[in-house]
């Protein structure tokens, strides 16, 4: 896959496929893929015929090798009093997207990249893929990766790899070990079969409720206790009030599959009951 686009967008059924699609470059981040990656998930998020979303990279050698180099040449001083949330949108969490998203990681992550891994809510990779982190080897501060790794696989991963730089590759099977990676496939191939396999289960599921779970579970590394519990309780009393609550049992006794309304802010009626 190479049409020149930074990014191919393919729906299937209920999936969006998302591909970085500069092989040439390693799928490595410019600003234009980071333009139409923003774009993409604003897609991903409002259109209510797409369920859940997977996030690959063309080829077989690279996921995504970080930030182009030529990106560096024009300097940061423009960016030196943005916000992160202002400046960053080019992952699924960055743009709060409420869907599920699947990581199909088919070779090296690097740098950058790993904001895909840490920032996705399943992550799906081939026994050859390979993960480092070469910032401080070009002098470059690995921060917004390396928090999101700690949150994966812990302190020490995201240490071990921030400062060893380019000098280390954590091969896939450790990066599934410590939980960095959650399904470890034997190849590219059969990485993105299985993503689109568990795609195609999560989009039979309530929408609005893997929503609120979803928003559950990252709230787990936001807040502290008592405020953590706390939101997750308002989270599943909100799901009360959605049609989705009734039409879930009521389709397992009538022995059918269920019909979810995509609806976040869809009520329960009086005709409803």
């Known amino acids: 896959m190479n049409d020149r686009t930074p990014l191919a967008f393919d729906v299937e059924d209920s999936v969006a496929i998302l591909t970085l699609n500069r092989p040439e470059e390693g799928n490595s981040l410019n600003p234009a893929l980071m333009d139409a990656l923003e774009s993409a998930w604003s897609r991903v998020e409002n259109d209510p015929d797409i369920r859940v979303a997977i996030l690959t990279g063309a080829g077989e050698r690279h996921f995504c090798t970080g930030a182009s180099v030529g990106m560096l040449k024009f300097g940061t001083g423009p960016l030196q009093n943005k916000r992160h949330a202002d400046v960053n949108r080019f992952t699924s969490r960055m743009c709060h997207v409420s869907k599920p998203v699947i990581c199909a990681v088919n070779g090296l992550v690097n740098a950058g990249g790993l904001h895909f891994v840490g920032d996705s809510d399943i992550v799906i990779a081939s026994a050859t893929a390979q993960f480092m982190d070469s910032h401080v080897s070009v002098g470059l501060v690995s921060g917004l990766e390396s928090m999101s790794i700690a949150r994966r696989a812990g302190m020490g991963a995201a240490l071990l790899m921030g400062l060893s730089g380019k000098t280390f590759r954590m091969d896939a099977e450790r990066a599934f070990q410590l939980g960095m990676v959650d399904l470890l496939e034997d190849d590219p191939e059969s990485t993105m079969k299985r993503a689109r396999e568990l795609a195609a289960t999560l989009s039979?599921?309530?929408?609005?409720?893997?929503?609120?779970?979803?928003?559950?579970?990252?709230?787990?590394?936001?807040?502290?206790?008592?405020?953590?519990?706390?939101?997750?309780?308002?989270?599943?009393?909100?799901?009360?009030?959605?049609?989705?609550?009734?039409?879930?049992?009521?389709?397992?006794?009538?022995?059918r599959d269920p019909r979810w309304n995509p609806d976040p802010s869809a009520r329960v009626t009086d005709e409803d009951d």
Request: hydrophobic share 40%; glycine share 4%; proline share 8%.
């Open 204 to 255: 039979r599921n309530s929408p609005q409720a893997m929503a609120l779970t979803k928003r559950a579970i990252w709230a787990s590394t936001e807040l502290h206790e008592p405020m953590g519990s706390e939101m997750a309780w308002e989270l599943i009393k909100s799901q009360w009030v959605h049609p989705d609550f009734q039409e879930g049992p009521r389709a397992f006794f009538e022995k």
